[in-house]
């Protein structure tokens, strides 16, 4: 299968793995910890992890075992409350960061898209000259290829579709 991808497509999966690549190696240090943080954080190990700590922590202390935080505890709240705020903290640190770069991605892919709306603009516009060339203007003349070679204009459709989510934002409350 991979001898049938074209070269236009081994190109383009180059330049994202390298775009990537690159997002990756321009992390900060702080960057690097909270991914792994929050990578652990978000995973079974931490979460069986969490259960036998918090486990055996009452089970030395309610078997008689150890009574370094008799029940009801405290210190054991204390330590989760502050492992709470540590962590969500964190978490949000790498959402804010994975946000920017969505945001990025997101630019990227809007002038991609603005580029080929362009280049497909410029297409049907040769489309059109070679029909009226050819003496076939009736194709020419077709409403809806006139409509489709206009210069797509986006401030307008940002516009429209902000109203368009206004109206729909009272039905959705």
């Known amino acids: ?4 991808l074209p070269e236009a497509a081994r190109r383009n999966i180059a330049a994202v793995r390298d775009l990537a690549a690159e997002v990756r190696r321009k992390r900060t240090r702080l960057d690097r ?12 190990r931490f979460l069986a992890a969490q259960v036998l700590a918090v486990a ?4 030395l202390n309610a ?17 989760l409350a502050v492992e709470a705020i540590l ?24 002038q ?4 080929a709306e362009q280049e497909t603009t ?13 003496g076939l203007n009736e194709a020419a003349k077709d409403p809806e290829l006139r409509e489709m070679i206009q210069t797509t204009q986006v401030e307008v ?6 109203r368009t989510r206004e109206e729909e934002a009272p039905a959705e409350e």
């Open 1 to 4: 299968m991979a001898d049938t």
């Open 33 to 44: 910890i909270t991914d792994a943080i929050s990578g652990f954080a978000g995973s079974p």
């Open 56 to 59: 055996g922590w009452i089970g």
């Open 63 to 79: 078997l008689g075992l150890a009574r370094f935080d008799p029940y009801p505890f405290e210190f054991l709240n204390f330590a």
């Open 87 to 110: 962590l969500s903290t964190i978490v949000l640190m790498a959402q804010n960061r994975q946000g920017r770069e969505a945001a990025e991605q997101a630019e990227l892919h809007l």
């Open 112 to 115: 991609v898209g603005l580029l």
């Open 122 to 134: 410029k297409m049907l516009e040769m489309l059109r000259a070679i029909h009226t060339r050819l």
């Open 157 to 162: 459709i940002a516009d429209e579709l902000k």
